[in-house]
Nanobody, 118 residues
Framework: QVQLVESGGGLVQPGGSLRLSCVAP????????MGWYRQAPGKQRELVAT???????NYTDSVKGRFTISRDSAKLTVDLQMNNLKSEDTAVYYC????????????WGQGTQVTVSS
């Protein structure tokens, strides 16, 4: 059973910062493209930031310049540093492991709540 374990969510005021972290098994971390998605109430899940299969980063427009995705091969973690948070960033954030080929399933974490409110 593959598990992606997220941590770091919470309540923060507008303009504040949070850092999310996702730990993956080595078998997944080494060959899957890792990333972060989010789902706000009443909305579809959307990509936030991800490493692509050719090892570049991709961000949704609304977080560019505020969020940074990074990874640590020694710790097997993928982090999302979120700065200058806005109320519209409120959502459940999910770690996702994108498989190397389409015929192989991807994996989702259980999600961590981020609430931006004064």
């Amino acid at each position: 059973q593959v598990q992606l374990v997220e941590s770091g969510g919470g309540l923060v005021q507008p303009g504040g910062s949070l850092r999310l972290s996702c730990v993956a098994p080595r078998s997944v971390f080494s060959i899957y493209a890792m990333g972060w998605y989010r789902q706000a109430p009443g909305k579809q899940r959307e990509l936030v930031a991800t490493f692509t299969r050719d090892d570049r980063t991709n961000y949704t427009d609304s977080v560019k310049g505020r969020f940074t995705i990074s990874r640590d091969s020694a710790k097997l973690t993928v982090d999302l540093q979120m700065n200058n948070l806005k109320s519209e960033d409120t959502a459940v954030y999910y770690c996702y492991a994108d498989p190397p080929i389409a015929s192989v399933r991807g994996y989702w974490g259980q999600g961590t709540q981020v609430t931006v409110s004064s």
